[in-house]
């Protein structure tokens, strides 16, 4: 009995002497409390309206003289250190519930023709509805930290490789505002149709997803495209413009392609990368954008009219909807303007061909071959023909004659000849007088100017035989011998028929 009193009196003791505000602090921190941040709170909370009410209560019997001043100094010191323990919890939370999503991320082109992507974030940072529970919504504290801001978002583009490809490389948001989505616009460096949008926000975190660039449709055409817009053709060949197609537009997936102001004499025809056969109508899906196509133009052989060699000549490749077909048929054969197309509305690219012409040197050679007894010279007779597209000029023969021979070509230098012209070309080969008996050939190259650039035909070798001389004497004895042999022969043939 005296030991249960005395126990008593000493739990009366420690009473009188701890504080009561001492007794309503919060609990020791628990270690899970940052692996589990909702529970944490949980306890923030709770420690925190425990030291208010001790505060509020300790404040009335200070006021009341029934404690002294430090009583009250450590009920107040609790309450701060239990209320940034609950602010630290709630940022905790914050943070990890921060999140910033992409709205939407449309690709268009600007009157410059360069492409734009427009990235709209937004803040759909949201607590669960037991964080709801736990916090006052409208509390004040709560409400001072701003659970519906995001601070210092820092947005950017980049390629598989990920480099950045955006222009400027990169934006910041200094706030995002839950329900107030905000747009940013790119330039885009490299023309993709898939891209990384590079998200930091908050206190580091992170997201880098990889997405899909929706096509404004709000322009309502194809963009057309070519990387060689330029080219020289030469006349008689053929050339290929090559075409990019890229569909911005909700309402039209099927176009007519036409070409404007390309002369009549040339022809013209279309066809799909990767595919066989000519097109006219190009058809979009919603899996396929984008199509490559060629334009295939061939000139004529000869300069025209309507295509002169050397002067650049422009035209244009239109992507018309079926529905303007009609509208466009009944003009395709005029003379178009730039701003007469771009009153239609229509998708297109001006392209540019520059003719070119080439010559073509020809040698005609009817007798490659030829005897002689060395004791004249030899002639040969070729024709040289222009059968290019361009005047020749300059055209002259190196001939690699064997050693001691003479030789001469008349004329030695054609100054010009124009497009399916020839002329008569003689050369004359002279051998020594000492020359042996055998076979000789000279060869003989052709060289000429076209446009400044050098043009060759091919090489001719001409042939001579030389055969050995003959005696006349020697000739004439030989005759001699055989006469007088069968008038003997028939002498006595006739003397034996006698007998």
């Not at 009335?60 to 919890?89: C, F, G, H, P, R």
């Not at 999503?101 to 449309?106: F, L, M, P, R």
Request: aromatic share 8%; with cysteine.
């Amino acid at each position: 009995m005296r030991s249960l009193i005395n126990t008593l009196f000493f739990t009366l003791l420690l009473c009188l002497i701890i504080p009561e505000s001492a007794l309503a602090q919060s609990p020791f921190p628990n270690a899970r409390d940052d692996s589990y941040p909702l529970l944490g709170l949980k306890r923030a909370k709770s420690s925190y309206d425990r030291t208010k009410s001790e505060l509020e209560r300790q404040k009335e019997l200070y006021e009341k003289e029934l404690i002294s001043l430090e009583e009250y100094e450590t009920a107040l010191n609790t309450y701060q250190d239990a209320e940034v323990n609950y602010q630290q919890s709630l940022l905790v939370l914050l943070f990890e519930q921060q999140f910033v999503s992409i709205k939407s991320a449309i690709k268009s082109q600007d009157e410059n023709a360069k492409k734009q992507v427009k990235v709209t974030l937004e803040n759909t940072s949201g607590a669960t509805e037991e964080f709801a529970q736990i916090v006052d919504m409208e509390d004040d504290l709560f409400r001072s930290l701003q659970p519906d801001v995001i601070h210092n978002i820092y947005v950017s583009l980049s390629n598989d490789d990920g480099a950045i490809i955006s222009s400027p490389y990169e934006i910041k948001l200094p706030t995002l505002r839950s329900g107030n989505p905000t747009t940013v616009t790119f330039d885009l460096l490299q023309d993709l149709d898939e891209v990384t949008v590079n998200i930091i926000y908050g206190n580091g975190s992170s997201r880098n997803p990889k997405v899909f660039l929706e096509k404004d449709a709000s322009a309502n055409r194809v963009l057309i495209q070519s990387e060689r817009f330029s080219q020289e053709v030469e006349l008689g060949n053929e050339a290929t413009f090559g075409l990019g197609l890229e569909l911005f537009s909700g309402t039209n997936d099927t176009y007519k392609l036409e070409v404007v102001n390309l002369p009549k004499s040339v022809t013209r025809n279309f066809s799909e990368v990767g595919a066989s056969g000519r097109i006219s109508q190009i058809k979009f899906t919603e899996s396929k954008n984008n199509i490559d196509a060629n334009l295939l133009i061939s000139l004529p052989d000869r300069p025209t009219e309507d295509v002169p060699m050397d002067e650049a000549i422009s035209f244009y490749v239109l992507a018309i909807p079926i529905s303007q077909l009609t509208e466009v048929n009944s003009k395709l054969n005029d003379t178009w303007t730039e701003s007469e197309i771009e009153d239609l509305n229509v998708g297109f690219v001006k392209l540019e061909m520059i003719p070119k012409g080439v010559g073509r040197l020809i040698v005609k050679a009817p007798q490659l071959y030829d005897e002689t007894d060395a004791e004249s010279p030899i002639e040969f007779t070729f024709q040289v023909v222009n059968e290019g597209s361009r005047r020749l000029d300059n055209i002259e023969f190196e001939l690699d004659a064997p050693f001691e021979w003479e030789k001469r070509i008349e004329p030695s230098i054609i100054t010009s000849l124009d497009i399916r012209e020839e002329q008569t070309v003689k050369l004359y080969l002279t051998p020594p007088s000492d020359v042996s008996v055998g076979r000789y050939e000279t060869r003989m190259r052709s060289t000429g100017l076209s446009d400044s650039q050098p043009i060759n035909a091919e090489d001719k070798t001409f042939t001579v035989q030389v055969a050995a001389q003959t005696s006349v004497i020697g000739t004439a004895l030989i005759l001699l011998l055989i006469i007088g042999l069968v008038g003997g022969l028939v002498f006595f043939g006739i003397k034996l028929s006698r007998k």
